[in-house]
């Protein structure tokens, strides 16, 4: 069957097919959930996949190339409006639909070394929060 005469079929049928995709994730919870998380990875590899080749492949600021270091940074407040938006997928998502510009425009690769100093330099970097004297852990300490 050609994919035009399944998308017509699909299209004909929706509402019985929604309903019976709905019955049958009801039905097998655990298998759905299984499938839908080997989806998830695949797609987050694909969104990785296209954004860093677009930002380059290395860390903008050192040349490190090794990806399992690579995280993306935001350089505009769009960017950063982006990141504080969306988390995960969800996030890679985001980008993976903007144009190379558009990427190039607002995000640069770093790698994680890169990007805590970057961070230290513009104090983003989260700060625990101070404690008090009359917490429990201060009180403990007494003892
Ligand atoms: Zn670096």
Redesign the pocket.
């Known amino acids: 069957m050609s994919p035009k005469r399944d998308k017509s079929y699909y299209l004909a049928n929706k509402k019985r097919i929604r309903s019976l995709n709905k019955k049958w994730i009801k039905e097998n919870k655990e298998r759905f959930s299984m499938i839908n998380r080997r989806g998830q990875v695949k797609r987050r590899e694909k969104f990785k996949k296209r954004i860093f080749k677009i930002l380059g492949n290395k ?1 903008s ?2 040349g ?1 190339d090794d990806e399992r270091t690579f995280q993306i940074s935001s350089i505009t407040n769009l960017g950063k409006k982006i990141s504080k938006n969306n988390n995960g997928n969800k996030f890679l998502r985001c980008l993976f639909k903007m144009s190379t510009e558009e990427l190039r425009n607002n995000f640069q690769l ?2 994680s ?2 990007n805590w100093i970057k961070k230290i330099n513009l104090k983003e970097r989260v700060r625990p929060k101070k404690i008090s004297k009359d917490t429990e852990i201060n009180k403990k300490r007494e003892y």
């Open positions: 860390c600021e050192c490190f770093l790698c070394n890169c």
